[in-house]
C-alpha cells in the first residue's frame, strides 16, 4: 500500500493521491484557471452530512406556532432559517392537518373561507355554473375568478374552466367557437 502525498492515507501503490485529494488539487487547478467557479459537490456532501441535524421538540413546535402568529409577516424561509429546519418540515408544523393549509391557500388566493364555498355549492346546487354537470370526486370543482382583478365569479367543473381559461376569458372567442360549432353541427 502506498501513501498520498498530500495527506498521507492509505491508497493503491499506482497513484500518488488520494480520491478527495485529487479532487481539491483538480478543483484548485480548475478555479486557477478559469473554468471552475463553483465548489466541488462532493465538499458539498461532506459538509452537508457533517451538518448537525436539529430534533424537533414539541417545545420548538410550540414555540414555531407563537412566532408564526406574532410575525404573521416573516416569509417561510426566514422562518426556517430562524429554527434551522426545512421548509417542509416547517409547513408540517404550523399546518398540521391540510384543512389548515387549505384554508390559507383560499385566503390567500382568493379572499374566501372554506363556508363560502359550502354556500356557493349550496346556491349552484353541486353542479357547474355552466354545463350542470354535479361535482363528484371525478369531476371536482374548480374556483373560477377573474386573473385581474381576483374576483371569485363561480364554481366550475374542470372542462368549463379549461375551456374559459383556452378561450382567455374572451367573450368574442367563445362566440366564434359557437358559431362555428353551429356550423359545422349535423
Not at 483538480?26 to 462532493?42: A, E, F, I, N
Not at 416569509?75 to 409547513?91: H, M, V
Request: charged share 30%; proline share 5%; net charge positive.
Amino acid at each position: 500500500m502506498g501513501q498520498c502525498v498530500d495527506c498521507g492515507a492509505e491508497i493503491s501503490p499506482s497513484s500518488m493521491r488520494c480520491v478527495v485529494c485529487r479532487g481539491r488539487r483538480t478543483y484548485r487547478l480548475r478555479v486557477k484557471r478559469g473554468t471552475m467557479l463553483t465548489r466541488p459537490p462532493s465538499l458539498y456532501k461532506r459538509e452537508y452530512l457533517k451538518a448537525p441535524r436539529r430534533k424537533l421538540t414539541d417545545k420548538m413546535r410550540e414555540r414555531i406556532r407563537i412566532i408564526r402568529a406574532k410575525f404573521p409577516e416573516l416569509e417561510f424561509g426566514e422562518l426556517a432559517d430562524i429554527f434551522g429546519i426545512s421548509r417542509p418540515t416547517l409547513r408540517r408544523i404550523i399546518y398540521p392537518s391540510e384543512d389548515g393549509r387549505q384554508r390559507e391557500i383560499l385566503a390567500y388566493r382568493y379572499g374566501i373561507t372554506p363556508e363560502d364555498i359550502d354556500n356557493m355549492l349550496a346556491e349552484q346546487k353541486n353542479a357547474c355554473g355552466i354545463c350542470g354537470d354535479l361535482f363528484t370526486e371525478v369531476n371536482p370543482y374548480r374556483i373560477d375568478h377573474n386573473h385581474w382583478t381576483k374576483q371569485v365569479r363561480d364554481l366550475l367543473c374542470i372542462r368549463c374552466n379549461l375551456a374559459i381559461g383556452s378561450a382567455r376569458e374572451r367573450p368574442d372567442i367563445l362566440q366564434r367557437a359557437i358559431l362555428y360549432l353551429e356550423k359545422w353541427s349535423w
